[in-house]
């Protein structure tokens, strides 16, 4: 049975909302440019309002949940493993930064490739599973990658991590001293991995991974290869994860073993469901609550952050059913609908 049998749109015609937002096109789209604007303004004025490297923190983790987010809310798949594409990209930048002393910029884009190139076979091997079975394999590969960083001890330095990572940026000094300026140098990679997760999203290809975690019976049934599309997704969100990861061993001057361990993961994995699941603009809310309070109860020498969090998340999850940004959404959606509302 075809979708022109039963009414429903093709995946390609489908939203990440799966078009049952009541907003006009032409008014959906003004929206989505500027809610674009107003995140651009949001990140270049961030280290005006909090501290320069907590801001760039921020900005990472942003993108990293985006990629956890590209999988978990577009895709359905849940990933327990997105540590081993933000750690071994950390690690890769930082040893291209050291031993070949080439501008940052082109040590992360290395990193990237890297997590990208590891993310084929452990994709083709772990897409052919589903729901917690999928994430176990992820984690499963993660902590192998854990393992073989802490063996190759004389490369990555075990316990002690990779230390001392160079910020150059093509001569300029002042980047390479100044918190402030380092940021402004960096920010422009991560805002260019939050256009391509957007581009991605909006696309036809988008809304055939909507389709899929709709629903993928009925796209193998229109000819999808749902396999395929899956790995596809898989390796471009360890793109975006290998991406943040390099900037954040930059931004800190180091790669340890704790960014390839499970907790990272699972950070990722509860920022991701606080901001609001298949939202995109969930990943930073959740990223800037988390990070700032984090710092917050750091600075306040504060011992049990993990406690704090963790209620946190819960209340979050109890009360806001589709994350803080989905909730958010939602209203908005009603609202909306009780304006254009003929019976009104």
């Given at each position: 049975m075809?979708?022109?049998?039963?009414?429903?749109?093709?995946?390609?015609?489908?939203?990440?909302?799966?078009?049952?937002?009541?907003?006009?096109?032409?008014r959906?789209?003004?929206?989505?440019w500027?809610m674009?604007?107003?995140?651009?303004?949001?990140?270049?004025?961030?280290?005006?309002?909090?501290?320069?490297?907590?801001?760039m923190?921020?900005?990472?983790?942003?993108?990293?949940?985006?990629?956890?987010?590209?999988l978990?809310?577009?895709?359905?798949l849940?990933?327990?493993g997105?540590?081993?594409?933000?750690?071994?990209?950390?690690y890769v930048?930082?040893?291209?930064?050291?031993?070949?002393?080439?501008?940052?910029?082109?040590a992360?884009?290395?990193g990237?490739?890297f997590a990208?190139?590891?993310?084929?076979p452990?994709?083709?091997?772990?897409?052919?599973?589903?729901?917690?079975?999928?994430?176990?394999?992820?984690?499963?590969?993660?902590?192998m990658?854990?393992?073989?960083?802490?063996?190759?001890?004389?490369l990555?330095?075990?316990?002690?991590?990779?230390?001392?990572?160079?910020?150059?940026?093509?001569?300029?000094?002042?980047?390479?001293?100044?918190?402030?300026?380092?940021?402004?140098a960096?920010?422009?990679?991560?805002?260019?991995?939050?256009?391509?997760?957007?581009?991605?999203?909006?696309s036809?290809?988008?809304?055939?991974?909507?389709?899929?975690?709709?629903?993928?019976?009925?796209?193998?049934?229109?000819?999808?290869?749902?396999?395929?599309?899956?790995?596809?997704?898989?390796?471009?969100?360890?793109?975006?994860?290998?991406?943040?990861?390099?900037?954040?061993a930059?931004?800190?001057g180091?790669?340890?073993?704790?960014?390839?361990?499970?907790?990272?993961?699972?950070?990722?994995?509860l920022?991701?469901?606080?901001?609001?699941?298949?939202?995109?603009?969930?990943?930073?809310l959740?990223?800037?609550?988390?990070?700032t309070?984090?710092?917050?109860?750091?600075?306040?020498?504060?011992?049990?952050?993990?406690?704090?969090?963790?209620?946190?998340?819960?209340?979050?999850?109890?009360?806001?059913?589709?994350?803080i940004?989905?909730?958010?959404?939602?209203?908005?959606?009603?609202?909306?609908?009780?304006?254009?509302?003929?019976?009104?």
């Amino acid at each position: 049975m075809t979708h022109l049998e039963t009414g429903s749109p093709a995946p390609s015609e489908m939203s990440e909302s799966d078009a049952t937002a009541p907003v006009p096109d032409g008014r959906h789209n003004t929206l989505r440019w500027i809610m674009l604007a107003i995140g651009l303004v949001a990140a270049l004025a961030l280290p005006w309002f909090v501290y320069p490297p907590v801001a760039m923190d921020i900005a990472a983790w942003a993108l990293f949940a985006i990629s956890v987010d590209l999988l978990l809310g577009y895709t359905g798949l849940l990933s327990f493993g997105h540590a081993a594409f933000w750690g071994s990209s950390a690690y890769v930048t930082g040893l291209v930064a050291i031993h070949w002393g080439l501008p940052f910029p082109v040590a992360i884009l290395g990193g990237m490739v890297f997590a990208m190139v590891i993310a084929v076979p452990i994709g083709y091997l772990s897409v052919r599973r589903t729901g917690i079975y999928f994430a176990m394999v992820t984690l499963a590969f993660a902590q192998m990658i854990y393992f073989v960083a802490n063996q190759l001890g004389d490369l990555t330095g075990g316990e002690n991590g990779l230390q001392a990572i160079p910020k150059s940026f093509f001569g300029i000094e002042s980047v390479e001293t100044d918190s402030f300026s380092f940021y402004y140098a960096a920010i422009g990679l991560i805002l260019l991995g939050i256009w391509a997760a957007w581009r991605i999203i909006h696309s036809p290809f988008g809304r055939v991974l909507v389709a899929i975690r709709d629903n993928p019976a009925r796209a193998r049934a229109l000819g999808y290869d749902v396999d395929r599309y899956k790995i596809l997704a898989f390796v471009l969100s360890a793109g975006l994860a290998g991406l943040a990861g390099g900037v954040f061993a930059i931004s800190h001057g180091f790669a340890s073993l704790q960014e390839l361990n499970w907790t990272t993961s699972g950070k990722v994995v509860l920022i991701t469901v606080l901001g609001g699941i298949g939202t995109l603009w969930g990943g930073p809310l959740g990223a800037a609550i988390v990070v700032t309070l984090e710092d917050w109860l750091a600075s306040s020498g504060f011992e049990g952050t993990g406690i704090i969090l963790g209620s946190i998340f819960v209340v979050i999850v109890l009360l806001f059913r589709h994350g803080i940004w989905g909730t958010a959404q939602d209203l908005l959606r009603r609202l909306m609908s009780s304006r254009h509302d003929p019976g009104d």
